[in-house]
């Protein structure tokens, strides 16, 4: 297929959804492997996730040595990290870097949303329409929308009455939001709320916090990277990509210790107080079974307890910031980059506990709960996001014979791998639903998607295939496998957005796959090695969906 921009619907190869970390480096796969392609990104650059959530303090939780592509050695040469934990703008300024060294923002249409994927059965091709009234058929249709990127806005009553400003993290102003001397009110307390609220507290007039479910934040400790630190990573960088590809969290660090088992109380509390000031990710690091364990994780989430208990002055304060209903790590592990817990100990700051009284609406001067009114001039709402399926999900996509992904995922999302869904040919998703993506380092789940997605259709090319599906067993069998391993862990304790409990009505599954990036890398291998195991290959239509497998 060849690009036809002659007459009203234009023709590519592939059309990619995203211009973030996995639609910049798919588009580049694929125009390496002689491919014509289309991107189409929403927002008027570069950048996904890095794009939208500007909010002040943002900044990623993986260490910047590891949270950036691995695959060219002149912009890994090229750039120097400044700090240990990458901040936004620094993330935008390095993919909009990676995006001109690679010269790929000339097969990007910016500020165009894709409404709708149709695949055509007759012609073999999807039909891609945007918001703007294009219309481009494709061979392969490639989601890189991202697993965070649809903002969840909780629907309180009489939002529209407040007179005030109100923002969501996730699409935060390019010129910023003036919050000095303001009565502010941050709504969330996951790792956004606690990246977010030392920030306000620095500049607000009075910031109150509407926490309904408190968290176990460890401190990152952020620090900037000295030079002669940067040389060193830089002259193991092979070793330490390596180390991440083939590690539990695409993180290169080991687990200091298999359990607590066995282990006395002193031991125990020398290796998390070790893991404390190592901070960030290395902390969960500590006991390898901390998610699978009771006794381990109660082990370990005391030791948070207490910590969090140290650091607030008021003990009525603290032990509402104290969780006490989740265990450590069932709901995604924040990091505390500046003073989390003692901002609560500021005079102008006030934890309001909404489990405790709700909020009952807005009002025209801030917020009602069941208990007091709340005056504001600015609400931010940290409440997170329609998770792992929402942007997806936000286009109308059907497939082969009438399957339309909304409705055959209404009990849950259903992939094979996370790269692929029956009933859908030449549909891949980057990162997608049971795959390990927000349980890991982004960039090396996104590197090893888009690898294996590449591969794939040169194999095809290769072999004269035009078209590739899973089989249904397969995906039902993946999915299987998924919920089991997530079952064995201690996830089920916690009502998260990995299991979409944080958007009313959306169907309770798992949606991560649990098992670890090296388990799940060397399955996809083991799938490729088997002749792409439980995936058919077809020269035309017919014979797809028809496996008796
Ligand atoms: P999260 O982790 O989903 O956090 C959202 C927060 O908003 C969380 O504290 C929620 O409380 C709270 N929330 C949501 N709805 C309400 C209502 N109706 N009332 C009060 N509070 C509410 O999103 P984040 O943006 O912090 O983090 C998402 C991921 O982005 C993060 O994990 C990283 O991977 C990057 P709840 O806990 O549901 O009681």
Redesign the pocket.
């Known amino acids: 297929m060849t690009r036809d921009d002659t007459g009203g619907t234009a023709a590519v190869d592939a059309v990619v959804v995203g211009a973030g970390f996995s639609g910049l480096y798919m588009s580049h796969r694929l125009r390496e492997l002689g491919l014509s392609v289309q991107v189409f990104e929403k927002a008027p650059d570069v950048g996904g996730t890095w794009y939208w959530n500007r909010y002040p303090g943002a900044r990623c939780?993986s260490e910047s040595h590891i949270y950036c592509y691995s695959f060219s050695e002149e912009i890994r040469d090229e750039w120097v990290w400044s700090e240990r934990y990458p901040e936004q703008p620094e993330i935008l300024e390095y993919l909009r870097f990676a995006a001109d060294h690679l010269d790929l923002r000339e097969q990007i249409s910016f500020e165009t949303a894709v409404e709708s994927a149709t695949f055509d059965g007759d012609a073999g091709t999807w039909t891609v329409e945007t918001d703007d009234g294009e219309s481009v058929t494709s061979q392969f249709f490639i989601s890189a929308v991202g697993c965070?990127s649809e903002p969840?806005i909780?629907d309180?009553d009489n939002r529209s009455a407040f007179e005030g400003e109100i923002y969501h993290?996730?699409r935060w102003p390019q010129d910023g939001v003036d919050l000095d001397g303001k009565r502010v009110g941050i709504?969330?307390?996951?790792?956004?709320?606690?990246q977010l609220t030392p920030e306000v507290a620095d500049r607000a007039g009075h910031l109150t916090v509407?926490?309904?479910?408190p968290?176990y934040a460890v401190p990152a400790r952020n620090r900037p990277l000295e030079d002669d630190e940067w040389a060193e990573i830089k002259a193991n960088y092979d070793e330490i990509w390596e180390d991440a590809r083939f590690s539990w969290l695409g993180m290169p660090f080991e687990m200091t210790h298999a359990t607590t088992a066995g282990m006395s109380d002193e031991e125990i509390r020398d290796a998390l107080e070790d893991g404390w000031q190592a901070g960030g990710f290395r902390f969960l690091h500590t006991f390898e079974d901390t998610l699978f364990n009771d006794d381990t994780n109660e082990i370990v989430s005391e030791f948070l307890r207490e910590k969090i208990r140290e650091q607030v002055e008021d003990p009525e304060t603290a032990e509402k910031l104290v969780p006490t209903a989740h265990p450590y790590g069932s709901?995604?592990p924040?990091m505390d980059y500046g003073g989390y817990y003692e901002t609560f100990n500021r005079e102008h700051v006030t934890l309001a506990d909404?489990?405790e009284n709700?909020?009952t609406e807005f009002t025209p001067e801030g917020i009602q709960t069941t208990a007091d009114h709340y005056d504001l001039g600015t609400v931010i709402f940290?409440?997170?996001?329609d998770?792992m399926t929402g942007a997806l999900l936000a286009m109308d996509i059907e497939g082969r014979d009438g399957h339309v992904l909304e409705e055959e995922w209404e009990g849950g999302p259903r992939t094979y791998l996370g790269l692929g869904v029956d009933g859908f040919p030449n549909l891949f998703t980057i990162t997608g639903p049971q795959s390990p993506s927000?349980l890991s380092n982004m960039p090396v789940s996104i590197e090893q998607h888009v690898d294996w997605i590449a591969d794939c259709i040169e194999y095809m090319q290769s072999e004269g295939y035009e078209y590739i599906e899973p089989q249904s067993a397969a995906a039902e069998r993946w999915v299987s496998q998924t919920n089991m391993l997530a079952n064995e862990m201690l996830f089920s304790e916690a009502?998260s957005?990995y299991r979409g409990?944080?958007v009313p009505d959306k169907p309770r599954v798992f949606t991560p796959f649990p098992g670890g990036v090296e388990t799940y890398r060397r399955e996809c291998e083991r799938v490729v090695e088997n002749g792409y195991e439980g995936f058919d290959f077809a020269e035309s239509l017919g014979p797809l969906g028809t496996s008796a497998d």
């Open positions: 939780d965070l969840y909780p309180f993290t996730a709504i969330g307390t996951g790792s956004t709320g606690i509407f926490q309904r479910t968290n709901k995604r924040p909404v489990a709700p909020i940290a409440t997170g996001f998770a927000v009502e957005w409990a944080n």
